[in-house]
């Protein structure tokens, strides 16, 4: 039996997972109101509030998992400690690194190390219906954009990655120039489903093979609106719902036409999404049209398993348990991280 506590704290979220033998018995995750003032995270602010936030949620991730558990269950019989080591905001992840060190050496447990993006994709075996090997992934997240071809657990290789901005950051970026708050990926989300999606039409940009590109997107769309409010200042005001619609069809199109690129190259049918931007609800829509019209398997991945959580973390570090691939006490967090 292997029995894993598993913390994330790579960005604004500090979030605690217990898993035992790939099950999850809890989840809970703390977020950080303080940055919607500023509209972004503010590294300082975020790593001050994972200080405040780590010991409770760690706690409440044990209280749950004990409720839960088989027989009398405390932190003290957890069999190994996993954290997030990169990529993220150094601040943050320094918190969750020391925690996770500190904790493992003081119970005299083994330490996991986890990459966050690759936690992201391994997320799609948390619950069922499982994909089977060789399974695609779509990793679609604030900083990341990424197609993975899963052939086991340990052997995720990215075949297609953006080459400048990712998607999660051309959601942001273009509700900024709409005027609505942060995070408003999820506010361009609303507003679309009430507009047309075709009323607007924003740059596609032609990247070779698997890659992808935002950023002529991103001045598109800037362009267009510069244009419009020199002629209506209420432009936005009047057509906010299409304007959302219409961004949101112009991501959601540029990564449907890879993923299908991808599933083509490959051969391989068992299609996966992940990452925060998953959580889209255009996004998850057109992956399931996409696989009945085409034969694919999909696989999405439940809501809070979407956005960064430690039950991704802990079902990640589960199978680097099995296959004892642990970390020692020295490792350091890393802000930028290959696979």
């Not at 809890?26 to 503010?42: C, D, L, W």
């Not at 070779?208 to 432009?235: C, I, M, R």
């Not at 219409?246 to 199109?253: A, C, E, L, M």
């Not at 609800?281 to 991945?301: A, Y």
């Amino acid at each position: 039996m292997a029995t894993i506590l598993a913390i994330e704290s790579s960005c604004d979220e500090t979030s605690a997972s217990v898993c035992v033998d790939g099950r999850i018995l809890s989840n809970f995750i703390a977020n950080q109101t303080v940055h919607e003032k500023y509209g972004g995270v503010v590294p300082e602010l975020a790593s001050r509030a994972h200080m405040q936030n780590i010991v409770p949620v760690v706690d409440a991730a044990i209280k749950k998992a004990a409720e839960i558990h088989d027989s009398p269950f405390t932190i003290h019989d957890i069999d190994a400690v996993a954290f997030t080591q990169a990529p993220g905001l150094i601040g943050s992840l320094l918190v969750g690194t020391q925690f996770a060190k500190s904790l493992a050496l003081a119970l005299d447990k083994p330490l996991i190390a986890v990459h966050h993006m690759q936690a992201h994709v391994l997320a799609n075996l948390i619950a069922d219906p499982k994909p089977g090997f060789p399974f695609l992934c779509l990793t679609v997240s604030g900083g990341h954009t990424q197609i993975v071809l899963a052939n086991s657990p340990y052997d995720l290789k990215v075949i297609g990655e953006t080459i400048d901005d990712a998607a999660g950051e051309a959601f942001d970026k273009s509700a900024k120039l709409l005027g609505l708050p942060y995070p408003g990926g999820p506010l361009i989300d609303k507003y679309a489903q009430q507009g047309n999606p075709l009323a607007f039409k924003f740059a596609e940009p032609q990247i070779p093979e698997l890659n992808f590109s935002f950023s002529g997107l991103k001045t598109s769309v800037l362009y267009f609106l510069q244009a419009q409010q020199k002629e209506d200042a209420s432009f936005i005001e009047k057509n906010l719902n299409d304007l959302c619609a219409s961004v949101q069809y112009t991501i959601i199109n540029i990564l449907i036409k890879k993923l299908k690129k991808a599933v083509k190259q490959t051969g391989v049918k068992n299609v996966c999404i992940a990452g925060g931007v998953s959580a889209n609800s255009g996004l998850r829509k057109e992956l399931k049209e996409n696989g009945d019209k085409n034969g694919w398997s999909t696989f999405i991945p439940a809501f809070e398993y979407c956005t960064d959580n430690a039950a991704m973390i802990a079902i990640t570090a589960y199978y680097k348990y099995l296959n004892k691939e642990f970390a020692a006490l020295d490792i350091s967090p890393t802000a930028r991280a290959e696979w």
